[in-house]
């Protein structure tokens, strides 16, 4: 399950030009860990932290967005747990917004919206495509799961810029490297649990450590999932720069159980102004013949009670 992908085709590396307090449209931003863990009662500490990134040169980043894959989909919930009953290693995502153009200052109400895998690698409303290597059917996992809708949502930043999501820790599938897909959203409104209008200001996606994820997949059920698993270094989107690239920051539930989960998190930098296509660099996999465009269902579920804005 741990064998290294080595084909050379993908064998892309971005070159990128990361600098210290400098502003891109649509930029990435590694401010630290504590201000995209804090807590809404400790939030003060995230906008402290945050700020003293404009004088302390630590705001780096992304000089230009990334490929948004062939597995969107329109018309993701607004909801803080995406996981619909989804099996695998639990993950708490914590992501902080902050205004690159102005000393990197928390964005309140942004809207940040993730998309990933499940742990044998299917997307939500693409369920037919083939992850490669050898991997159960995805109807055999047997969870009440909606096809058109798992592991896909939007949360909509509070006053210090911040976002919390429960989820599960992604798969993988041929022939990319473990990652999850995020769109930087503002300008917009809550609609029938949903977000819709204004634009998108960042698309991007975040990574995970290889000797964690290696770890992770030999873990039920991601270890029905067996074949050639791409490294970072062999990723076809992955720039090489650490967090300026979209590594996450990963802490273990319990340091000696990774089955008990995960808390990952990064600080995306944004100009607010800069309006992003979801065209960026790099590939991502081929979607099915066929496979679904646009909004999901009109019968997909609505928000539960109980999902967080």
Request: glycine share 14%.
């Amino acid at each position: 399950m741990t064998g290294k992908h080595r084909n050379t085709s993908i064998t892309r590396r971005r070159a990128l030009a990361v600098t210290g307090g400098t502003v891109a449209a649509g930029g990435l931003a590694a401010v630290g860990y504590q201000s995209a863990f804090a807590d809404t009662a400790t939030d003060a500490e995230a906008t402290a932290t945050a700020s003293a990134t404009s004088t302390s040169g630590t705001c780096m980043q992304l000089m230009s967005s990334v490929t948004e894959g062939p597995y969107y989909l329109d018309g993701a919930l607004v909801r803080k747990d995406i996981t619909e009953g989804k099996n695998g290693v639990p993950l708490t995502l914590r992501l902080t917004v902050v205004d690159a153009t102005d000393g990197c200052t928390p964005v309140s109400g942004a809207a940040v919206e993730i998309w990933h895998c499940d742990a044998w690698g299917y997307y939500s409303g693409y369920t037919t495509a083939n992850p490669g290597g050898s991997a159960p059917a995805e109807s055999e996992e047997g969870d009440s799961a909606d096809d058109a809708t798992y592991l896909r949502g939007y949360q909509i930043a509070n006053a210090n810029g911040v976002v919390k999501f429960e989820t599960i820790f992604p798969g993988w599938y041929t022939p990319r490297t473990c990652h999850i897909h995020v769109k930087v959203h503002t300008g917009g409104e809550k609609a029938d649990g949903t977000y819709e209008g204004g634009k998108v200001n960042f698309t991007g996606q975040l990574f995970f450590d290889d000797d964690i994820a290696e770890e992770i997949f030999t873990l039920e059920p991601y270890s029905r999932h067996t074949g050639s698993y791409t490294t970072l270094a062999n990723d076809m989107v992955y720039g090489g720069g650490g967090a300026s690239s979209g590594l996450l920051t990963l802490k273990p539930v319990h340091k000696s159980d990774p089955s008990k989960g995960y808390k990952g998190s990064l600080t995306l930098g944004i100009d607010p102004d800069a309006e992003n296509t979801g065209a960026g660099s790099g590939g991502g996999g081929t979607p099915p013949s066929g496979g679904p465009t646009g909004a999901p269902p009109s019968d997909s579920p609505s928000p539960s009670a109980s999902a967080s804005s």
